[in-house]
């Protein structure tokens, strides 16, 4: 017989926050140094996408584990803090799409983020605390803001993401 490590109080809903007017990226197990320099290249080559708010997405696990890959080999990972990024300028979904496609071949992100973008036409990031088999992670938090060099303009979607944030978390509290 299997026990369930679920409590009657834990949240078994994830509430994410889906667009298709401006970029928003996962980052997992990736350092807020490699981030911010993927972000001031974005911003350098896409001056349109304006400001970034990045967000810790998960906190540090403190052991190394084993993950299988796609291809069935076992690697062992260090773990590192994962991050969201929220960029401030509404571009199109077909810019988005077109930014992705560049980071998929140059294995900045996963084939699997590309897919799954092109299945549904949006992008989405959690929003809320998720409860896992075997922890909760907390809902993702501002980390830090990257201004942009190049952009002067801005169209405020990092407001409306922090707007919807905020609401989707006050539906976790007592």
Partial sequence: ??????????????IGYTTN???????????LYKVTKL????????PELGN???????????????RI???????????????????NNSTGYAKCRDIIETMVTLNILPREFRLIRAKRGDMT?????ATLSDRVKPAPTPWR????PYNGKQDGMIKQYLAFLYAANNLFKG
Avoid: A, C
């Fill in 52 to 66: 970034v708010l990045v967000m810790r997405s998960s906190i540090e696990q403190k052991e190394p584990y084993t």
């Fill in 69 to 87: 890959n796609r291809k069935g080999i076992p690697i062992e990972r260090v773990p590192k803090i994962s991050f969201h990024v929220i960029f």
């Fill in 1 to 14: 017989m299997t026990s369930s490590k679920w409590h009657i109080d834990e949240p078994r809903i994830i």
């Fill in 39 to 46: 972000v001031q290249l974005l911003q350098y080559n896409y």
């Fill in 145 to 148: 803001t990257i201004p942009s």
């Fill in 21 to 31: 007017e401006h970029l928003l990226l996962d980052l997992d197990h990736t350092s």
């Fill in 125 to 129: 990031l959690r929003v809320s605390p």
